[in-house]
């Protein structure tokens, strides 16, 4: 068996994308207004229900934050009070946990900073 190129594979799955997308259409599967609340709800469903994710995007809307430039002009705590629906966590050993890592992370992703891995 000859090993695919990486971009063979792409190729590939780009013709698969393309294929099921002429046979089926546009499933609008993902609730969202615009590709960055896509990329931002994507990352805050790691962690937690999707019910959560859509509270937290409601506050950043309502605050006019649902955007790059929008979370750039946040304070991180701020973000971190927008997004406590989503980044809140319960922990049986501990309690309530506020991940306010992972709002510094994303902050600093959105500002374009490299984040160090802890």
């Not at 089926?24 to 999707?50: D, M, R």
């Not at 929008?70 to 989503?86: F, P, T």
């Amino acid at each position: 068996m000859t090993k695919q190129s990486p971009n063979d594979s792409v190729q590939r799955l780009r013709q698969m994308h393309d294929q099921l997308a002429q046979a089926y259409g546009p499933q609008h599967w993902w609730p969202a207004k615009s590709p960055f609340e896509v990329i931002l709800g994507a990352y805050l469903t790691q962690n937690t229900s999707w019910k959560a994710v859509e509270v937290s995007l409601g506050n950043l809307r309502k605050a006019d934050a649902l955007s790059i430039v929008g979370i750039r002009n946040l304070s991180v705590d701020k973000l971190r009070e927008l997004l406590a629906q989503s980044t809140e966590r319960h922990d049986t050993t501990r309690g309530p946990f506020l991940s306010v890592n992972a709002c510094a992370a994303l902050a600093q992703l959105i500002r374009g900073a490299v984040c160090a891995q802890r």
